[in-house]
């Protein structure tokens, strides 16, 4: 009976649910460089990162956002807008058989979104830079990309410098306990130890100026959204505000309490319609990662007979 049970187990293997973690972040604080770290801690066998498909020192499948010559470029390679490239990721995936994933990304929205794309589950665990390393550290990784543009690829030094030649710079090695991984050691002389390596890199796109939609331009934009969404939704204010993770949209409306097109739907329901369509809508267009848009509803109109 065990021997029958252990052959079923083994048939069943592959199918499995796959298991994903996330490591969030914002740009610059940490993630790349500790990625691995996090992946050993927790028995995750491959890494989502930048576009990349990573599985202890080789790049699997993908193509390195921070190749890009452009930042906005780069988004859409990081959140593997391409139709092409996302089908590549995922077939991959199911090639190796490849159950628990670690997805970084610089929102718990982001995440979602690549998990999505990749047609994997949802994480079911969110881990934040900020409970794996020192506030001091995060510091520290922070100035070092905003006066130096260094970025890290999870990656062996010999497989970028042969992928990506032009963004490479140097090598790290570095040392961590097996029985503890975010413990980093300064030997590799332990039994209980295990070196990897990644790669330092300076992309393309940050040794230009970083390309921006303008505010006019996005602003436009979802005004036409308001606009096709309900013609009687007056804007009366809206605030857009940009930083290394993405836009953000304030936006204060007056709504008209009934509209025949979203009839019987409440008032917090139709708001919520509308934020998705604006999302959906710039996002497909333009590329860019809308990472909120906050609607405040100053005031609930009628319609006047």
Same mark, same amino acid.
């Given at each position: 009976?065990?021997?029958?049970?252990?052959?079923?187990?083994?048939? $069943?293997?592959?199918?499995?649910?796959?298991?994903?973690?996330? $490591? #969030?972040?914002?740009?610059?604080?940490?993630?790349?460089? =500790?990625?691995?770290?996090?992946?050993?801690?927790?028995?995750?066998?491959?890494?989502?990162?930048?576009?990349?498909?990573?599985?202890?020192?080789?790049?699997?499948?993908? !193509?390195?956002?921070?190749?890009?010559?452009?930042? @906005?470029?780069?988004? *859409? #390679?990081?959140?593997?807008?391409?139709?092409?490239?996302?089908?590549?990721?995922?077939?991959?995936? %199911?090639?190796?058989?490849?159950?628990?994933?670690?997805?970084?990304?610089?929102?718990?929205?982001?995440? @979602?979104?690549?998990?999505?794309?990749?047609?994997?589950?949802?994480?079911?665990?969110?881990?934040?830079?900020?409970?794996?390393?020192?506030?001091?550290?995060?510091?520290?990784?922070?100035?070092? !990309?905003?006066?130096?543009?260094?970025?890290?690829?999870?990656?062996?030094?010999?497989?970028? *410098? *042969?992928?990506?030649?032009?963004?490479?710079?140097?090598?790290? *090695?570095?040392?961590?306990?097996?029985?503890?991984?975010?413990?980093? #050691?300064?030997?590799?002389?332990?039994?209980?130890?295990?070196?990897?390596?990644?790669?330092?890199?300076?992309?393309?796109?940050?040794?230009?100026?970083?390309?921006?939609?303008?505010?006019?331009?996005?602003?436009?934009?979802?005004?036409?959204?308001?606009?096709?969404?309900?013609?009687g939704i007056r804007v009366k204010k809206m605030t857009v505000k940009t930083d290394s993770r993405g836009y953000r949209l304030?936006?204060?409306?007056?709504?008209?309490?009934?509209?025949?097109?979203?009839?019987?739907?409440?008032?917090?329901?139709?708001?919520? =319609?509308?934020?998705?369509?604006?999302?959906?809508?710039?996002?497909?267009?333009?590329?860019?990662?809308?990472?909120? #848009?906050?609607?405040?509803?100053?005031?609930?109109?009628?319609?006047? %007979?």
């Amino acid at each position: 009976m065990q021997f029958l049970h252990k052959i079923l187990k083994e048939l $069943l293997q592959p199918f499995k649910t796959d298991t994903v973690y996330a $490591l #969030v972040g914002e740009s610059g604080t940490g993630k790349s460089y =500790n990625a691995k770290l996090v992946a050993e801690r927790y028995g995750l066998n491959a890494i989502i990162d930048d576009g990349l498909l990573i599985q202890d020192d080789k790049i699997l499948a993908g !193509r390195s956002a921070k190749s890009e010559k452009t930042y @906005m470029g780069a988004v *859409r #390679v990081a959140l593997f807008d391409d139709k092409e490239h996302r089908d590549e990721i995922a077939r991959k995936i %199911k090639h190796y058989h490849i159950r628990r994933i670690l997805i970084l990304g610089t929102s718990e929205k982001m995440v @979602m979104k690549i998990a999505t794309r990749l047609q994997l589950p949802p994480p079911a665990k969110f881990l934040h830079i900020e409970d794996i390393v020192s506030k001091e550290d995060i510091e520290l990784a922070v100035k070092s !990309r905003q006066i130096e543009g260094k970025h890290v690829i999870p990656v062996a030094s010999i497989e970028v *410098r *042969r992928r990506y030649p032009q963004i490479f710079t140097n090598g790290i *090695r570095f040392t961590f306990h097996r029985s503890n991984p975010l413990n980093v #050691v300064s030997t590799d002389s332990r039994r209980d130890s295990k070196v990897v390596e990644k790669s330092v890199v300076q992309p393309e796109f940050s040794k230009k100026s970083r390309v921006n939609i303008s505010e006019a331009a996005l602003v436009q934009m979802a005004s036409i959204c308001i606009r096709e969404y309900d013609d009687g939704i007056r804007v009366k204010k809206m605030t857009v505000k940009t930083d290394s993770r993405g836009y953000r949209l304030i936006i204060t409306i007056d709504i008209p309490a009934d509209i025949s097109s979203s009839a019987g739907l409440p008032l917090t329901k139709r708001v919520d =319609n509308l934020q998705k369509k604006m999302i959906d809508r710039i996002e497909g267009s333009t590329g860019i990662f809308i990472e909120e #848009v906050n609607i405040i509803m100053d005031k609930v109109t009628t319609t006047e %007979k």
